[in-house]
Protein backbone atom coordinates (compact mmCIF):
# COMPACT_ATOMS: atom_id res chain seq x y z
CA UNK A 1 0.00 0.00 0.00
CA UNK A 2 1.40 3.53 -0.98
CA UNK A 3 2.26 5.96 2.15
CA UNK A 4 -0.23 9.20 1.82
CA UNK A 5 1.33 10.26 5.00
CA UNK A 6 5.05 10.34 5.68
CA UNK A 7 6.68 12.14 8.59
CA UNK A 8 10.34 12.04 9.29
CA UNK A 9 12.06 13.18 12.46
CA UNK A 10 9.66 15.94 13.39
CA UNK A 11 10.45 18.61 15.94
CA UNK A 12 8.35 21.46 17.25
CA UNK A 13 8.93 23.29 20.12
CA UNK A 14 6.73 26.46 21.99
CA UNK A 15 10.01 28.18 23.80
CA UNK A 16 11.31 25.93 26.52
CA UNK A 17 8.29 23.05 26.06
CA UNK A 18 9.50 20.22 23.37
CA UNK A 19 6.04 19.58 22.21
CA UNK A 20 7.15 17.08 19.48
CA UNK A 21 10.41 15.40 19.63
CA UNK A 22 11.41 13.06 16.76
CA UNK A 23 8.72 12.01 15.84
CA UNK A 24 8.60 9.27 12.88
CA UNK A 25 5.95 7.60 11.53
CA UNK A 26 3.77 6.91 7.99
CA UNK A 27 0.32 6.19 7.02
CA UNK A 28 -0.79 3.63 4.45
CA UNK A 29 -3.56 4.69 1.95
CA UNK A 30 -7.13 3.60 2.59
CA UNK A 31 -5.52 2.91 6.36
CA UNK A 32 -7.46 3.84 9.97
CA UNK A 33 -4.73 4.75 11.83
CA UNK A 34 -4.95 6.08 15.64
CA UNK A 35 -3.04 8.58 16.92
CA UNK A 36 -2.77 8.63 20.68
CA UNK A 37 -1.71 10.28 23.74
CA UNK A 38 -3.05 11.96 26.25
CA UNK A 39 -3.37 15.83 26.20
CA UNK A 40 -0.26 17.37 25.57
CA UNK A 41 1.56 14.54 24.57
CA UNK A 42 2.07 16.23 21.09
CA UNK A 43 -1.16 15.05 18.82
CA UNK A 44 -2.58 18.14 18.10
CA UNK A 45 0.54 19.90 17.12
CA UNK A 46 1.30 17.35 14.69
CA UNK A 47 -2.06 17.32 13.34
CA UNK A 48 -1.45 21.39 12.78
CA UNK A 49 1.84 21.13 11.28
CA UNK A 50 0.45 18.90 8.18
CA UNK A 51 -2.38 20.96 7.96
CA UNK A 52 -0.14 23.67 7.37
CA UNK A 53 -0.76 25.51 10.31
CA UNK A 54 1.84 25.47 12.14
CA UNK A 55 5.33 25.47 11.37
CA UNK A 56 7.96 22.98 12.32
CA UNK A 57 10.95 23.37 13.65
CA UNK A 58 13.07 20.67 11.85
CA UNK A 59 12.27 17.26 9.92
CA UNK A 60 9.96 16.25 6.93
CA UNK A 61 6.61 15.86 6.69
CA UNK A 62 5.23 14.36 3.08
CA UNK A 63 1.98 13.93 2.04
CA UNK A 64 0.92 11.93 -1.33
CA UNK A 65 4.50 12.50 -2.43
CA UNK A 66 4.81 15.98 -2.01
CA UNK A 67 6.72 17.32 0.48
CA UNK A 68 4.58 19.72 2.66
CA UNK A 69 6.37 22.90 1.85
CA UNK A 70 6.51 22.56 -2.06
CA UNK A 71 2.81 23.40 -2.18
CA UNK A 72 1.22 23.48 0.87
CA UNK A 73 -1.97 24.70 -1.12
CA UNK A 74 -2.82 22.08 -3.12
CA UNK A 75 -2.04 19.45 -0.12
CA UNK A 76 -4.85 21.56 1.98
CA UNK A 77 -6.89 20.23 -0.79
CA UNK A 78 -6.31 16.18 -0.14
CA UNK A 79 -7.01 17.17 3.41
CA UNK A 80 -10.45 17.19 5.13
CA UNK A 81 -10.14 18.26 9.21
CA UNK A 82 -12.49 17.91 11.51
CA UNK A 83 -11.76 19.50 14.91
CA UNK A 84 -12.64 18.42 18.30
CA UNK A 85 -15.00 21.30 18.61
CA UNK A 86 -17.05 22.69 16.32
CA UNK A 87 -15.60 25.88 14.55
CA UNK A 88 -18.35 26.61 12.03
CA UNK A 89 -20.38 29.48 12.01
CA UNK A 90 -22.97 29.13 15.41
CA UNK A 91 -25.13 32.06 14.00
CA UNK A 92 -25.53 30.85 10.12
CA UNK A 93 -27.87 28.25 9.12
CA UNK A 94 -26.03 24.49 8.23
CA UNK A 95 -26.72 25.22 4.04
CA UNK A 96 -25.40 28.75 4.72
CA UNK A 97 -21.92 27.94 6.73
CA UNK A 98 -21.36 24.69 4.15
CA UNK A 99 -21.55 26.78 1.32
CA UNK A 100 -19.46 29.20 2.99
CA UNK A 101 -16.87 26.86 3.07
CA UNK A 102 -17.59 24.76 -0.06
CA UNK A 103 -16.82 27.87 -1.58
CA UNK A 104 -12.97 27.79 -0.43
CA UNK A 105 -12.61 24.72 -2.60
CA UNK A 106 -14.00 26.80 -5.74
CA UNK A 107 -17.23 24.50 -5.25
CA UNK A 108 -20.26 26.72 -6.02
CA UNK A 109 -23.47 26.41 -7.53
CA UNK A 110 -24.97 23.65 -9.21
CA UNK A 111 -21.99 21.98 -7.94
CA UNK A 112 -22.46 22.72 -4.46
CA UNK A 113 -25.94 21.74 -4.42
CA UNK A 114 -25.01 17.94 -5.57
CA UNK A 115 -22.54 17.65 -2.74
CA UNK A 116 -24.68 18.69 -0.22
CA UNK A 117 -27.40 16.53 -1.27
CA UNK A 118 -25.28 13.53 -1.30
CA UNK A 119 -23.56 14.44 2.41
CA UNK A 120 -27.10 15.34 3.71
CA UNK A 121 -28.06 12.02 2.39
CA UNK A 122 -25.03 10.18 3.76
CA UNK A 123 -25.19 11.69 7.30
CA UNK A 124 -28.67 11.89 7.48
CA UNK A 125 -29.14 15.64 7.89
CA UNK A 126 -31.27 16.92 4.77
CA UNK A 127 -34.04 18.28 7.46
CA UNK A 128 -31.35 20.52 9.47
CA UNK A 129 -30.32 22.29 6.43
CA UNK A 130 -32.49 25.29 7.19
CA UNK A 131 -31.65 25.16 10.64
CA UNK A 132 -29.00 27.51 12.37
CA UNK A 133 -25.97 25.75 13.37
CA UNK A 134 -26.08 27.12 17.61
CA UNK A 135 -29.59 25.62 17.63
CA UNK A 136 -28.16 21.97 16.77
CA UNK A 137 -27.58 19.29 19.08
CA UNK A 138 -23.66 17.82 20.06
CA UNK A 139 -24.66 14.43 17.39
CA UNK A 140 -26.03 16.59 14.48
CA UNK A 141 -23.59 19.34 14.74
CA UNK A 142 -20.91 16.56 14.78
CA UNK A 143 -22.45 15.71 11.33
CA UNK A 144 -22.64 18.76 10.09
CA UNK A 145 -18.47 19.00 10.97
CA UNK A 146 -18.09 15.49 9.19
CA UNK A 147 -19.65 16.90 5.97
CA UNK A 148 -18.07 20.12 6.22
CA UNK A 149 -14.45 17.97 5.97
CA UNK A 150 -16.22 15.92 2.81
CA UNK A 151 -17.03 18.67 1.24
CA UNK A 152 -14.26 18.81 -1.40
CA UNK A 153 -13.76 14.78 -1.42
CA UNK A 154 -10.47 14.96 0.71
CA UNK A 155 -8.16 11.70 0.46
CA UNK A 156 -7.33 12.20 4.20
CA UNK A 157 -9.63 12.75 6.78
CA UNK A 158 -8.42 13.73 10.16
CA UNK A 159 -10.42 12.98 12.74
CA UNK A 160 -9.66 15.14 16.49
CA UNK A 161 -11.61 13.29 18.92
CA UNK A 162 -14.34 12.83 16.48
CA UNK A 163 -16.89 10.94 18.85
CA UNK A 164 -16.22 12.49 22.16
CA UNK A 165 -18.59 13.42 24.23
CA UNK A 166 -21.86 11.67 21.67
CA UNK A 167 -24.31 9.11 22.34
CA UNK A 168 -23.75 5.48 21.28
CA UNK A 169 -26.34 6.24 18.50
CA UNK A 170 -24.92 8.88 17.45
CA UNK A 171 -21.07 7.36 17.34
CA UNK A 172 -22.50 4.44 15.55
CA UNK A 173 -24.21 6.73 12.89
CA UNK A 174 -20.51 8.48 12.38
CA UNK A 175 -18.44 5.39 12.69
CA UNK A 176 -20.86 3.71 9.91
CA UNK A 177 -20.08 6.00 7.59
CA UNK A 178 -16.83 6.64 7.95
CA UNK A 179 -16.31 2.71 7.21
CA UNK A 180 -17.96 3.26 4.15
CA UNK A 181 -16.34 6.03 3.10
CA UNK A 182 -13.31 4.40 3.53
CA UNK A 183 -14.63 1.00 1.41
CA UNK A 184 -16.28 2.80 -1.22
CA UNK A 185 -13.11 5.83 -1.83
CA UNK A 186 -10.16 3.88 -0.06
CA UNK A 187 -10.40 7.17 2.39
CA UNK A 188 -7.48 7.53 4.29
CA UNK A 189 -8.67 8.18 8.37
CA UNK A 190 -5.90 9.55 10.32
CA UNK A 191 -7.79 9.41 14.05
CA UNK A 192 -7.07 10.80 17.64
CA UNK A 193 -9.41 9.40 20.38
CA UNK A 194 -9.57 8.97 24.00
CA UNK A 195 -11.76 5.67 23.42
CA UNK A 196 -9.70 3.12 23.36
CA UNK A 197 -12.50 0.50 21.93
CA UNK A 198 -12.32 2.71 18.98
CA UNK A 199 -8.19 2.83 18.52
CA UNK A 200 -8.69 -0.70 19.07
CA UNK A 201 -10.30 -0.98 15.22
CA UNK A 202 -7.79 1.15 13.80
CA UNK A 203 -5.28 -0.84 11.08
CA UNK A 204 -2.03 1.08 12.76
CA UNK A 205 -1.72 2.42 16.20
CA UNK A 206 0.95 5.18 17.32
CA UNK A 207 1.25 5.86 20.68
CA UNK A 208 2.81 9.91 21.89
CA UNK A 209 3.93 10.49 25.60
CA UNK A 210 5.81 13.71 26.18
CA UNK A 211 6.14 14.65 22.32
CA UNK A 212 7.69 11.50 21.60
CA UNK A 213 7.00 8.22 20.28
CA UNK A 214 6.60 5.59 22.52
CA UNK A 215 4.97 2.32 20.85
CA UNK A 216 3.15 1.74 17.19
CA UNK A 217 1.96 -1.17 16.20
CA UNK A 218 -1.35 -2.55 14.74
CA UNK A 219 -3.52 -3.29 17.56
CA UNK A 220 -2.59 -6.83 18.11
CA UNK A 221 1.65 -6.34 17.76
CA UNK A 222 0.86 -3.88 20.33
CA UNK A 223 -1.45 -6.36 22.55
CA UNK A 224 1.26 -9.26 21.89
CA UNK A 225 3.79 -6.46 23.18
CA UNK A 226 2.73 -4.77 25.71
CA UNK A 227 0.27 -6.74 27.71
CA UNK A 228 -0.40 -10.45 28.18
CA UNK A 229 -3.58 -13.20 27.48
CA UNK A 230 -6.32 -13.50 30.89
CA UNK A 231 -7.88 -16.31 31.67
CA UNK A 232 -10.72 -16.11 33.06
CA UNK A 233 -12.39 -19.44 35.67
CA UNK A 234 -15.81 -19.61 36.22
CA UNK A 235 -17.12 -21.89 39.41
CA UNK A 236 -13.74 -22.44 40.98
CA UNK A 237 -12.81 -21.67 44.36
CA UNK A 238 -9.95 -19.06 45.41
CA UNK A 239 -7.92 -21.78 47.45
CA UNK A 240 -7.91 -23.43 43.84
CA UNK A 241 -7.45 -20.39 41.86
CA UNK A 242 -3.77 -19.51 44.42
CA UNK A 243 -2.51 -22.95 44.16
CA UNK A 244 -2.15 -22.46 40.55
CA UNK A 245 0.79 -19.55 41.05
CA UNK A 246 -0.14 -17.03 38.89
CA UNK A 247 -1.32 -13.63 38.94
CA UNK A 248 -5.22 -13.23 39.51
CA UNK A 249 -7.89 -10.93 40.74
CA UNK A 250 -11.46 -11.49 41.38
CA UNK A 251 -13.92 -10.29 39.65
CA UNK A 252 -17.96 -10.58 39.50
CA UNK A 253 -18.52 -14.88 40.23
CA UNK A 254 -14.99 -15.28 38.34
CA UNK A 255 -11.03 -14.72 38.69
CA UNK A 256 -9.26 -13.39 36.52
CA UNK A 257 -5.41 -14.64 35.95
CA UNK A 258 -2.53 -12.61 33.95
CA UNK A 259 -0.48 -14.43 32.07
CA UNK A 260 2.81 -13.74 29.65
CA UNK A 261 1.13 -14.70 26.70
CA UNK A 262 -1.26 -17.28 24.86
CA UNK A 263 1.59 -20.02 25.09
CA UNK A 264 1.55 -19.57 29.09
CA UNK A 265 -2.01 -19.80 29.34
CA UNK A 266 -2.39 -23.17 26.93
CA UNK A 267 0.28 -24.49 29.03
CA UNK A 268 -1.19 -23.98 32.26
CA UNK A 269 -4.73 -25.26 31.12
CA UNK A 270 -2.76 -28.00 29.84
CA UNK A 271 -1.43 -29.04 33.47
CA UNK A 272 -4.86 -28.41 35.44
CA UNK A 273 -7.41 -29.76 33.67
CA UNK A 274 -9.55 -30.27 36.55
CA UNK A 275 -9.53 -26.48 37.33
CA UNK A 276 -10.00 -25.44 33.65
CA UNK A 277 -13.59 -26.61 33.11
CA UNK A 278 -15.52 -23.39 32.45
CA UNK A 279 -12.89 -20.81 31.87
CA UNK A 280 -12.40 -18.08 28.28
CA UNK A 281 -8.86 -16.81 27.16
CA UNK A 282 -9.07 -13.30 26.18
CA UNK A 283 -5.92 -10.46 25.05
CA UNK A 284 -5.22 -7.52 26.84
CA UNK A 285 -7.19 -4.17 25.92
CA UNK A 286 -5.86 -1.36 24.16
CA UNK A 287 -6.22 0.37 28.03
CA UNK A 288 -3.71 -1.81 29.04
CA UNK A 289 -1.64 -1.30 25.57
CA UNK A 290 -2.03 2.36 26.78
CA UNK A 291 -1.17 2.04 30.80
CA UNK A 292 1.33 0.14 30.08
CA UNK A 293 3.43 2.25 27.83
CA UNK A 294 2.80 5.72 29.24
CA UNK A 295 2.24 4.60 32.77
CA UNK A 296 -0.81 6.57 32.31
CA UNK A 297 -4.76 5.49 31.45
CA UNK A 298 -7.03 7.17 29.37
CA UNK A 299 -11.12 7.24 30.01
CA UNK A 300 -13.52 9.14 27.27
CA UNK A 301 -11.33 12.42 27.35
CA UNK A 302 -9.78 12.30 30.63
CA UNK A 303 -6.33 11.24 31.68
CA UNK A 304 -6.46 8.91 34.92
CA UNK B 1 -13.44 36.03 -6.91
CA UNK B 2 -15.77 33.22 -6.29
CA UNK B 3 -14.08 32.33 -2.62
CA UNK B 4 -13.84 36.20 -2.40
CA UNK B 5 -17.40 36.94 -2.74
CA UNK B 6 -18.89 33.98 -0.92
CA UNK B 7 -16.53 34.84 2.17
CA UNK B 8 -17.63 38.59 1.77
CA UNK B 9 -21.11 37.14 1.57
CA UNK B 10 -20.72 35.13 4.89
CA UNK B 11 -18.94 37.75 6.78
CA UNK B 12 -21.67 40.45 6.24
CA UNK B 13 -24.78 38.19 7.28
CA UNK B 14 -22.16 37.17 10.84
CA UNK B 15 -22.36 40.90 11.32
CA UNK B 16 -26.07 41.80 10.95
CA UNK B 17 -27.12 38.34 12.32
CA UNK B 18 -25.09 38.99 15.63
CA UNK B 19 -27.10 41.18 17.67
CA UNK B 20 -24.52 42.28 20.08
CA UNK B 21 -21.98 44.04 17.43
CA UNK B 22 -24.82 45.48 15.16
CA UNK B 23 -26.22 47.43 18.27
CA UNK B 24 -22.74 48.03 19.44
CA UNK B 25 -21.73 49.82 16.56
CA UNK B 26 -25.14 51.73 16.77
CA UNK B 27 -24.06 53.34 20.13
CA UNK B 28 -21.56 56.09 19.02
CA UNK B 29 -23.77 57.86 16.58
CA UNK B 30 -27.15 57.24 19.19
CA UNK B 31 -24.40 58.90 22.45
CA UNK B 32 -24.13 61.61 19.78
CA UNK B 33 -26.90 62.54 18.72
CA UNK B 34 -28.34 62.37 22.29
CA UNK B 35 -25.65 64.75 23.74
CA UNK B 36 -26.05 67.09 20.50
CA UNK B 37 -29.97 67.10 21.08
CA UNK B 38 -29.63 67.78 24.95
CA UNK B 39 -27.00 70.77 25.11
CA UNK B 40 -23.92 70.88 22.89
CA UNK B 41 -26.57 72.10 20.08
CA UNK B 42 -27.56 75.42 21.81
CA UNK B 43 -23.60 75.26 23.31
CA UNK B 44 -22.53 75.73 19.96
CA UNK B 45 -25.38 78.02 18.85
CA UNK B 46 -24.15 80.60 21.67
CA UNK B 47 -20.58 80.64 20.31
CA UNK B 48 -21.47 81.20 16.96
CA UNK B 49 -23.51 84.18 18.23
CA UNK B 50 -20.08 85.20 19.39
CA UNK B 51 -18.19 85.58 16.96
CA UNK B 52 -20.92 87.78 15.19
CA UNK B 53 -19.95 91.35 14.16
CA UNK B 54 -21.95 93.78 16.22
CA UNK B 55 -25.62 94.39 15.23
CA UNK B 56 -25.36 92.14 13.00
CA UNK B 57 -28.36 89.11 13.60
CA UNK B 58 -29.35 85.89 11.76
CA UNK B 59 -31.82 84.35 11.22
CA UNK B 60 -32.83 81.14 13.70
CA UNK B 61 -33.25 78.90 10.01
CA UNK B 62 -29.22 80.04 9.56
CA UNK B 63 -28.56 79.42 12.76
CA UNK B 64 -29.89 76.29 12.80
CA UNK B 65 -28.60 75.19 9.64
CA UNK B 66 -25.21 75.54 11.05
CA UNK B 67 -25.49 73.79 14.14
CA UNK B 68 -27.48 71.42 12.48
CA UNK B 69 -24.28 70.97 9.92
CA UNK B 70 -21.98 70.59 12.47
CA UNK B 71 -24.19 67.97 14.54
CA UNK B 72 -23.83 66.16 10.79
CA UNK B 73 -20.39 65.94 10.62
CA UNK B 74 -19.56 65.21 14.01
CA UNK B 75 -22.07 62.33 14.27
CA UNK B 76 -21.08 61.06 10.55
CA UNK B 77 -16.63 61.88 11.34
CA UNK B 78 -16.83 59.76 14.08
CA UNK B 79 -19.64 56.81 13.32
CA UNK B 80 -17.72 56.05 10.04
CA UNK B 81 -14.66 54.90 11.95
CA UNK B 82 -16.03 53.96 15.31
CA UNK B 83 -18.74 51.97 13.39
CA UNK B 84 -16.02 49.91 11.44
CA UNK B 85 -14.15 49.08 14.37
CA UNK B 86 -17.28 47.78 15.68
CA UNK B 87 -18.45 45.79 12.13
CA UNK B 88 -14.73 44.21 12.03
CA UNK B 89 -14.90 42.92 15.07
CA UNK B 90 -16.03 39.34 13.25
CA UNK B 91 -12.17 39.34 12.22
CA UNK B 92 -11.21 38.59 16.25
CA UNK B 93 -13.95 36.72 17.05
CA UNK B 94 -13.00 34.34 14.19
CA UNK B 95 -9.83 34.14 16.32
CA UNK B 96 -11.68 34.05 19.81
CA UNK B 97 -13.77 30.91 18.42
CA UNK B 98 -11.51 29.04 16.38
CA UNK B 99 -13.28 29.87 12.67
CA UNK B 100 -10.26 31.19 11.63
CA UNK B 101 -8.96 27.77 11.75
CA UNK B 102 -11.39 26.13 9.54
CA UNK B 103 -11.08 28.86 6.95
CA UNK B 104 -7.41 28.18 6.74
CA UNK B 105 -7.05 25.17 6.66
CA UNK B 106 -8.42 25.24 2.81
CA UNK B 107 -6.62 26.92 0.47
CA UNK B 108 -7.99 29.39 0.55
CA UNK B 109 -5.19 32.60 -0.64
CA UNK B 110 -4.22 34.83 2.81
CA UNK B 111 -4.99 38.35 0.56
CA UNK B 112 -8.49 36.81 0.14
CA UNK B 113 -9.19 35.59 3.63
CA UNK B 114 -7.94 39.41 4.50
CA UNK B 115 -9.46 41.47 1.75
CA UNK B 116 -12.87 39.82 2.04
CA UNK B 117 -13.04 40.90 6.43
CA UNK B 118 -12.01 44.26 4.90
CA UNK B 119 -14.84 44.46 1.78
CA UNK B 120 -17.19 42.99 4.32
CA UNK B 121 -16.76 45.99 7.05
CA UNK B 122 -16.75 47.93 4.25
CA UNK B 123 -20.38 46.95 2.87
CA UNK B 124 -21.88 46.76 6.89
CA UNK B 125 -20.06 50.18 7.72
CA UNK B 126 -21.53 52.12 4.77
CA UNK B 127 -25.17 50.58 4.79
CA UNK B 128 -25.25 52.09 8.52
CA UNK B 129 -23.02 55.01 8.17
CA UNK B 130 -25.21 56.26 5.12
CA UNK B 131 -28.32 54.94 7.07
CA UNK B 132 -27.41 57.74 9.35
CA UNK B 133 -26.38 60.46 6.49
CA UNK B 134 -30.23 59.95 5.67
CA UNK B 135 -31.13 60.05 8.97
CA UNK B 136 -28.60 63.19 9.78
CA UNK B 137 -30.02 64.94 5.76
CA UNK B 138 -33.69 65.40 7.23
CA UNK B 139 -32.60 66.10 10.46
CA UNK B 140 -30.82 69.27 8.82
CA UNK B 141 -33.73 69.87 5.94
CA UNK B 142 -36.09 70.06 9.34
CA UNK B 143 -34.36 72.80 11.11
CA UNK B 144 -32.67 74.52 8.19
CA UNK B 145 -32.10 73.12 4.75
CA UNK B 146 -28.48 75.59 2.79
CA UNK B 147 -27.29 72.49 0.88
CA UNK B 148 -27.10 72.14 -2.70
CA UNK B 149 -27.58 68.78 -4.91
CA UNK B 150 -23.48 68.89 -4.83
CA UNK B 151 -22.99 69.32 -1.56
CA UNK B 152 -24.87 66.28 -0.68
CA UNK B 153 -23.37 63.99 -3.32
CA UNK B 154 -20.12 65.21 -1.87
CA UNK B 155 -20.80 64.63 1.74
CA UNK B 156 -21.56 60.93 0.84
CA UNK B 157 -18.15 60.82 -1.05
CA UNK B 158 -16.68 61.98 2.29
CA UNK B 159 -18.51 58.96 4.33
CA UNK B 160 -17.54 56.44 1.86
CA UNK B 161 -13.56 57.75 1.81
CA UNK B 162 -13.86 58.04 5.41
CA UNK B 163 -15.36 54.87 5.58
CA UNK B 164 -12.94 53.03 4.07
CA UNK B 165 -10.09 54.74 6.18
CA UNK B 166 -11.75 53.62 9.14
CA UNK B 167 -12.12 50.19 8.00
CA UNK B 168 -8.57 50.21 6.71
CA UNK B 169 -7.50 51.37 9.96
CA UNK B 170 -9.59 48.86 12.16
CA UNK B 171 -7.94 46.40 9.90
CA UNK B 172 -4.51 46.97 10.58
CA UNK B 173 -5.40 47.40 14.62
CA UNK B 174 -7.66 44.28 14.95
CA UNK B 175 -4.84 42.22 12.83
CA UNK B 176 -3.34 42.06 16.27
CA UNK B 177 -5.68 40.97 18.35
CA UNK B 178 -6.52 37.56 19.86
CA UNK B 179 -8.79 37.95 22.82
CA UNK B 180 -12.42 39.14 23.67
CA UNK B 181 -10.98 41.65 26.49
CA UNK B 182 -8.18 43.09 23.80
CA UNK B 183 -11.45 43.41 21.84
CA UNK B 184 -13.31 45.34 24.46
CA UNK B 185 -10.57 47.37 24.99
CA UNK B 186 -9.68 48.86 22.07
CA UNK B 187 -13.78 49.22 20.79
CA UNK B 188 -14.07 51.67 23.88
CA UNK B 189 -10.87 53.48 23.70
CA UNK B 190 -11.71 54.38 20.08
CA UNK B 191 -15.21 55.18 20.80
CA UNK B 192 -14.02 57.54 23.69
CA UNK B 193 -10.90 58.56 21.86
CA UNK B 194 -11.75 59.13 18.19
CA UNK B 195 -14.22 61.90 18.60
CA UNK B 196 -11.40 64.36 20.35
CA UNK B 197 -8.28 63.42 18.37
CA UNK B 198 -10.51 63.86 14.68
CA UNK B 199 -12.27 67.37 16.04
CA UNK B 200 -15.75 65.79 16.30
CA UNK B 201 -16.77 66.34 19.81
CA UNK B 202 -14.51 69.70 19.97
CA UNK B 203 -13.19 71.63 16.52
CA UNK B 204 -9.15 71.17 17.14
CA UNK B 205 -8.90 74.97 16.88
CA UNK B 206 -9.96 75.12 20.09
CA UNK B 207 -7.26 73.00 21.37
CA UNK B 208 -3.81 74.16 22.21
CA UNK B 209 -1.39 75.27 19.50
CA UNK B 210 1.07 72.23 20.26
CA UNK B 211 -1.56 69.68 20.52
CA UNK B 212 -2.90 71.13 16.90
CA UNK B 213 0.41 70.36 15.08
CA UNK B 214 0.22 66.80 16.76
CA UNK B 215 -3.46 66.48 15.37
CA UNK B 216 -2.36 67.59 11.92
CA UNK B 217 -0.55 64.42 11.55
CA UNK B 218 -3.56 62.47 11.89
CA UNK B 219 -5.39 61.87 8.31
CA UNK B 220 -8.87 61.54 10.02
CA UNK B 221 -8.62 65.08 10.96
CA UNK B 222 -8.86 65.66 7.81
CA UNK B 223 -12.13 63.86 6.78
CA UNK B 224 -14.08 65.18 9.66
CA UNK B 225 -13.02 68.80 7.97
CA UNK B 226 -14.02 67.55 4.55
CA UNK B 227 -17.53 66.16 6.14
CA UNK B 228 -17.76 69.11 7.86
CA UNK B 229 -16.88 71.62 4.92
CA UNK B 230 -19.37 70.39 3.18
CA UNK B 231 -22.05 69.84 5.40
CA UNK B 232 -22.33 73.97 5.98
CA UNK B 233 -20.99 75.13 3.13
CA UNK B 234 -24.42 76.07 1.83
CA UNK B 235 -25.26 78.02 5.33
CA UNK B 236 -21.74 80.28 4.86
CA UNK B 237 -23.04 81.12 0.98
CA UNK B 238 -26.39 81.99 2.55
CA UNK B 239 -24.18 84.31 5.31
CA UNK B 240 -22.69 85.75 2.40
CA UNK B 241 -25.59 86.59 0.16
CA UNK B 242 -27.25 88.82 2.83
CA UNK B 243 -24.09 90.72 3.62
CA UNK B 244 -22.03 88.91 5.98
CA UNK B 245 -18.34 90.12 5.84
CA UNK B 246 -15.60 87.56 4.72
CA UNK B 247 -13.24 87.69 7.61
CA UNK B 248 -16.92 87.07 9.67
CA UNK B 249 -17.50 84.07 7.75
CA UNK B 250 -13.68 82.86 7.30
CA UNK B 251 -13.31 83.12 11.47
CA UNK B 252 -15.93 81.01 11.62
CA UNK B 253 -14.56 78.44 8.94
CA UNK B 254 -11.56 78.20 10.91
CA UNK B 255 -13.61 78.22 14.21
CA UNK B 256 -15.42 75.05 12.87
CA UNK B 257 -12.24 73.12 11.16
CA UNK B 258 -13.84 73.69 7.45
CA UNK B 259 -10.24 75.36 7.16
CA UNK B 260 -7.44 73.16 8.23
CA UNK B 261 -4.02 74.25 8.77
CA UNK B 262 -0.61 72.19 8.77
CA UNK B 263 2.09 74.39 10.49
CA UNK B 264 0.28 77.72 9.51
CA UNK B 265 -0.19 76.56 6.01
CA UNK B 266 -3.75 76.18 5.14
CA UNK B 267 -4.18 72.67 3.45
CA UNK B 268 -6.23 72.32 0.26
CA UNK B 269 -9.28 70.77 -0.05
CA UNK B 270 -7.59 67.99 -2.67
CA UNK B 271 -4.58 68.23 -0.61
CA UNK B 272 -7.26 66.59 2.38
CA UNK B 273 -8.52 64.09 -0.18
CA UNK B 274 -5.42 62.90 -1.27
CA UNK B 275 -4.13 62.25 2.06
CA UNK B 276 -7.06 60.66 3.11
CA UNK B 277 -7.03 58.90 -0.10
CA UNK B 278 -2.86 57.59 0.42
CA UNK B 279 -3.51 56.81 4.06
CA UNK B 280 -6.40 54.73 3.30
CA UNK B 281 -4.27 52.86 0.59
CA UNK B 282 -1.25 52.64 2.65
CA UNK B 283 -3.06 51.17 5.31
CA UNK B 284 -4.63 48.35 3.58
CA UNK B 285 -1.40 47.32 2.10
CA UNK B 286 0.25 47.19 5.49
CA UNK B 287 -2.85 44.90 6.68
CA UNK B 288 -2.75 42.28 3.59
CA UNK B 289 1.24 42.46 4.13
CA UNK B 290 1.04 41.48 7.67
CA UNK B 291 -1.55 38.74 6.75
CA UNK B 292 0.83 37.17 3.68
CA UNK B 293 3.81 37.67 6.49
CA UNK B 294 1.86 35.44 8.83
CA UNK B 295 0.85 33.08 6.52
CA UNK B 296 4.08 32.48 5.44
CA UNK B 297 5.82 32.18 9.30
CA UNK B 298 3.66 29.15 9.45
CA UNK B 299 5.27 27.73 6.70
Known sequence: MKRIIEINNLYKSFGDVKAVQDLSFCVKEGELFAFLGVNGAGKSTTINIICGQLAKDSGTVVIDDKPLEEDVNTTKTKLGVVFQNSVLDKALSVKDNLRSRAALYGITGAEFTKRLEELSKMLSFEDLLKRTLGKLSGGQLRRIDIARALLHRPKILILDEPTTGLDPQTRKIIWNVIDKLRRDENMTVFLTTHYMEEAADADYVVILDSGRLVAKGTPLELKNKYTGDFITIYNVEEETVKALGAKYEPIKDAFRLSVPNTAAATKLIVENPEVFKDFEITKGKMDDVFLTVTGKALTGGAEK | ?299
Open chain 2, 1 to 299: MKIFRELTRRNIILFFKDKGMFFTSLITPAILLVLYATFLGNVFKDSFMTVLPEGLKLSDEILNGLVGGQLMSSILAVSCVTVAFCSNMLMVQDKVNGSIKDLTISPVKSSTLALSYYFATLVSTLIICLSATAICLVYVASIGWFMSACDVLMLVLDVFLLVMFGTALSSVIHFFLSSQGQMSAVGTIISAGYGFICGAYMPISSFSEGLQKVLSFLPGTYGTSLVRSHSVRGTFEEMKSIGLPDDAINSMKDGIDCNMYFFGREVDTSVKYLVLVLSTVVLIAIYVALNANKRKKRR
